[in-house]
């Protein structure tokens, strides 16, 4: 389990850490913009996290740590221990706190520091997003406009909880009630592009019971669990039925389930679902075992770790064709790569997450979409003539089970299927809801760069998210 929290002036924050004696001396390593600050901690306890422009206080009750008191040698910090307390000084301030719980090594308490000049200031701080013109385009990608529907009727979104940092995308749409098409919406960076996360299990879902439709497998298919199939975290063992498989890509966003769904409906099928509703900027051509392989640097010929990011961008930057080459060579490559090994890759002491983590790989290896396409992606199962009536009733029993829903809500509701996906700082909600009156909705958010890093802890920020999402439904009710 990993826990966020981010540093604000005169912050007091509660973590769940896991630790006993700190390490006499943290690893330290040096990033573009920031150093990062590794304690390794073995047990559990809680954590209360104070901090100041120029201190951080980590009090841990129970514990009789060593004392020490030394200079870190960057940024003229320093920190000292004794007790039950770890304090860092000198310039804290805009730092981000993490925690790494690994079942092997024990826990991490992670900070990140941002570099300062000087002055003290830092070089490039990490700010909220400012509230944008409705559907501006982003900075940071070139899309393809021809593919966007830029003649819907779209209203300027609620105002962003202060809560959320980072790049933020919102599309709600009030749907046609024949068509299912979008036909006014609320609207916030709607044409940036954000990586999916587990947010496209929903589309490899869809094209299964199409499979299921055409008469290729029934609910009852069973597919096996191999190690080639085998992605990160639990998994279901041996042999499983479509149904059952399905359940568990959705409800548990289980990640080889849908990995194994998404083999047996065709690595290409996603993709052709999004092409043939003309969404030119929605790139589905990866399982979750192939894009975190790539990011692992374990991604063979075009995905090489010592040039990852380049290597990325490439591949993002690619015509559809060499982009489908790549990835089926990935695809390929990721079978061959065993699952625990492959997390050690990404979370270890040299891994990913700790040592080359760049959000920019985020976007350019992991499935991509903007909140105005993948809202179309959501509506596709319930429009009228794409499922049988049977794959319909399976589809909306499932999605429903998906994550996430407000607890309560301002209006009453027939109907809300969703699913969510989190990551090293993103966060996607999606979803479609009926009301009592007959009237139909879907909604994509997504949340990349988030100050938060960790998916445990930027999932948490899912209530206020969809306190969001509902303010702008009402808006359009």
């Known amino acids: 389990m990993l826990s966020t929290t981010y540093v604000s002036r005169f912050a007091l924050i509660t973590l769940s850490l896991a630790v006993t004696t700190a390490q006499a001396a943290p690893r330290i390593g040096e990033h573009a ?51 039950t307390q770890i304090v860092l000084t000198g310039s804290v301030q805009g730092s981000t706190v993490s925690t790494l719980d690994n079942t092997e090594e024990g826990m991490r308490l992670i900070i990140d520091v941002p570099k300062t000049e000087e002055k003290g200031e830092p070089v490039e701080p990490v700010t909220p997003a400012p509230p944008p013109p409705p559907v501006a385009k982003s ?37 046609d009630p024949k068509t299912l098409r979008p036909s006014r919406a609320v609207a916030y960076n709607a044409d940036q592009e954000f990586p ?6 929903q589309v490899v879902l869809y094209d299964i019971l199409q499979d299921v439709d055409a008469g290729k497998y029934t609910l009852d298919s069973t597919l096996t669990t191999t190690e080639a199939l085998r992605s ?12 059952q498989l399905a359940d568990r890509a959705i409800r548990l966003s289980d990640n080889t389930a849908n990995d194994m769904l998404h083999h ?18 929605t790139r589905l051509l990866l399982t979750t075992k192939a894009w975190w392989t790539a990011q692992a640097g374990l991604g063979g010929k075009y995905f090489p770790k010592g040039s990852l990011l380049k ?9 559809r064709a060499s982009q489908i080459t790549m990835a089926q060579d990935l695809v390929q490559t990721s079978m061959k790569v065993n699952a625990d090994k492959l997390l050690v890759a990404l979370d270890g002491k040299e891994g990913y997450f700790l040592n080359r983590y760049d959000p920019r790989i985020d976007l350019n290896t992991q499935n991509k979409s903007t909140p105005r396409e993948f809202t179309a992606l959501v509506t596709l199962p319930f429009r009228p003539g794409r499922l049988s009536k049977s794959s319909l009733q399976f589809y909306k029993s499932t999605y429903a089970k998906g994550c ?40 994509t ?22 306190k969001w999402i509902t303010e702008a439904i009402d808006s359009l009710r």
């Open 33 to 83: 913009d920031h150093y990062r600050i590794v304690f390794d901690l073995p047990t559990k306890t809680t954590v209360h996290t104070a901090s100041t422009p120029t201190s951080l206080t980590f009090t841990l009750p129970g514990l009789a740590l060593p004392s020490e008191n030394r200079s870190l040698g960057i940024l003229n910090l320093g920190y000292r221990q004794g007790g």
């Open 264 to 281: 047996a409906t065709g690595i290409l099928h996603p993709q052709q679902t999004a092409d043939n509703m003309g969404l030119c900027n």
């Open 232 to 243: 990160l975290q639990a998994y279901p063992e041996g042999s499983n039925t479509i149904r």
């Open 404 to 443: 996430c829903q407000p607890a309560t809500l301002p209006f009453p509701v027939n109907y809300w299927g969703s699913k969510s996906g989190s990551g090293w700082r993103l966060l996607a909600l999606t979803g479609y809801l009926e009301l009592p009156n007959g009237k139909k909705f879907a909604y």
């Open 311 to 319: 290597s990325a961008q490439a591949f993002g930057s690619a015509n």
């Open 445 to 466: 958010y997504f949340n990349h760069e988030s100050k938060v890093a960790n998916s445990v802890s930027v999932k948490a920020q899912a209530p206020t998210v969809l």
């Open 139 to 175: 900075s940071t990608t070139q899309l393809n406009s021809a593919c966007l529907d830029n003649d819907l009727p779209v209203v300027a979104a609620p105002k962003p909880p202060a809560l959320l940092t980072g790049r933020i995308g919102l599309f709600v749409a009030e749907l």
């Open 196 to 201: 999916l996360a587990s947010s496209y299990k």
